[in-house]
T-cell receptor, first 115, second 114 residues
Framework: AQSVTQLGSHVSVSEGALVLLRCNYS??????LFWYVQYPNQGLQLLLK??????LVKGINGFEAEFKKSETSFHLTKPSAHMSDAAEYFC?????????????FGRGTQLTVWP | GAGVSQSPRYKVTKRGQDVALRCDPI?????LYWYRQALGQGPEFLTY????????KSGLPNDRFSAERPEGSISTLTIQRTEQRDSAMYRC????????????FGPGTRLLVL
């Protein structure tokens, strides 16, 4: 069975500080991994994804994440937070190498950015 | 181009009533997914289609929930005899290939059952 755990339901940082949102997965096979962002009253928007190949993936808005198989992690980082980054972030997994498309989501992390 | 659209955006209904939620995927997307998101939780899978064929409905919580996609485009999620526990955000997503590609999400339908 697959599952995703996001550590910390709320993260607060100052503008310009490092953003680190944690995600760990559980899967019997290497999964595909995703980070989505949700702004108020909007749908989920894909930030970045890992399927195969390079384990450090870069996404939109300066975010990046690294797939670490040994740690079963896919943490999301951004070197310098901006006020516009305040949103809810979801980590998700999908069974790798499969045509089955369902996503398994974590519970989400609300990011607050202080001026 | 146009993204995934859902209607209505908000639905308030009384317990026991039936509701139908609509999803219009991105044009040409063959896969369509339904998720439900309770407050403070991540989205949970309900069901998905490739073209008009329902591939997996294992996430539907009970037989009051059903979904269809008769022409392989627009999909309707129907909840019969609604209960207060059905209150949630219902999200639809579509992708361009059969499960291999990114899922693009619509804005969701917020359902409140009184």
């Amino acid at each position: 069975a697959q599952s995703v755990t996001q550590l910390g339901s709320h993260v607060s940082v100052s503008e310009g500080a490092l953003v680190l949102l944690r995600c760990n997965y559980s899967s019997s096979v290497p999964p595909y991994l995703f980070w989505y962002v949700q702004y108020p009253n909007q749908g989920l928007q894909l930030l970045l994804k890992y399927t195969t190949g390079a384990t450090l993936v870069k996404g939109i808005n300066g975010f990046e994440a690294e797939f670490k198989k040994s740690e079963t992690s896919f943490h999301l980082t951004k070197p310098s937070a901006h006020m516009s980054d305040a949103a809810e972030y979801f980590c998700a997994s999908r069974k790798g190498g499969s045509t089955l498309g369902r996503l398994y989501f974590g519970r989400g992390t609300q990011l607050t950015v202080w001026p | 181009g146009a993204g995934v659209s859902q209607s209505p955006r908000y639905k308030v209904t009384k317990r026991g009533q039936d509701v139908a939620l609509r999803c219009d995927p991105i044009s040409g997307h063959v896969s369509l997914y339904w998720y439900r998101q309770a407050l403070g939780q991540g989205p949970e899978f309900l069901t998905y289609f490739n073209y008009e064929a329902q591939q997996d409905k294992s996430g539907l919580p009970n037989d009051r929930f059903s979904a269809e996609r008769p022409e392989g485009s627009i999909s309707t999620l129907t909840i019969q005899r609604t209960e207060q526990r059905d209150s949630a955000m219902y999200r639809c997503a579509s992708s361009s290939l059969t499960g291999q590609e990114t899922q693009y999400f619509g804005p969701g339908t917020r359902l409140l059952v009184l």
